[in-house]
């Protein structure tokens, strides 16, 4: 079984996070989508999805991904594993915080999937986000390129190796390498 990993990126940092993440599962197991390439199709090609997105604009979606958004039906996930990593910048952007990853695990949800991979809100500093799923926990992993740079690694080995066992609690089995740092 294979992971396809979908990024929208318009500067870079989430295009980099996802090639991280691609060599730390594995790229035996991962196939890595730039979604301004790709049509929703994609969704029924794959049991297991990690999607990555920046915020842009006070809130809003990464432009590639707000047209795949709008083309994603109610049941195009159904019962799909998706876990969901968000790139933000919390110090300039603190009202907004990342709040295109919630905007975007929660189309997951309502499209059916099974959402895995949710992260503490410990060590970032924001006012607000709409990517919280619950006090103290983000949907998916937060990572900020603008002023935590030197944390991304570490939280993505941290990441991969909690969704690996969340996998396996779901009865999905990836042999994952231990540390991209
Ligand atoms: C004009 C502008 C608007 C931004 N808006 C937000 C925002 O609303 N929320 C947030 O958390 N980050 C915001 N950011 C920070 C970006 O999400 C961050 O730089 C991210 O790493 C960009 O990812 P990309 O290079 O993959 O596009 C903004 C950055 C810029 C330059």
Not at 72 to 97: H, K, P, S
Not at 113 to 119: M, P
Request: proline share 2%.
């Amino acid at each position: 079984m294979k992971i396809a990993v979908i990024y929208g990126s318009d500067t870079g940092n989430t295009e980099r996070v996802a090639y991280l993440i691609q060599s730390g599962l594995g790229q035996d197991i991962v196939d890595l989508y730039d979604v301004y390439a790709i049509d929703s199709t994609i969704f029924s090609q794959y049991d297991v999805f990690i999607f990555g997105v920046p915020t842009w604009y006070d809130g809003q979606l990464q432009s590639d991904w707000e047209l795949m958004v709008k083309k994603m039906n109610t049941t195009c996930l159904n019962q799909r594993i998706v876990a969901v990593f968000g790139l933000g910048d919390q110090e300039n952007w603190g009202r907004y915080f990342v709040d295109a990853m919630g905007t975007l695990a929660r189309k997951a949800l309502a499209c059916g999937a099974i959402l895995v991979g949710k992260w503490p809100t410990f060590g970032y500093h924001f006012e607000q986000s709409q990517s919280l799923i619950e006090e103290n926990y983000f949907y998916g992993l937060a990572l900020d390129e603008d002023q935590q740079p030197e944390l991304t690694a570490e939280r993505v080995s941290i990441w991969i190796n909690q969704l690996s066992a969340e996998f396996v609690n779901l009865g999905i089995h990836f042999s994952v390498i231990k540390n991209v740092a």
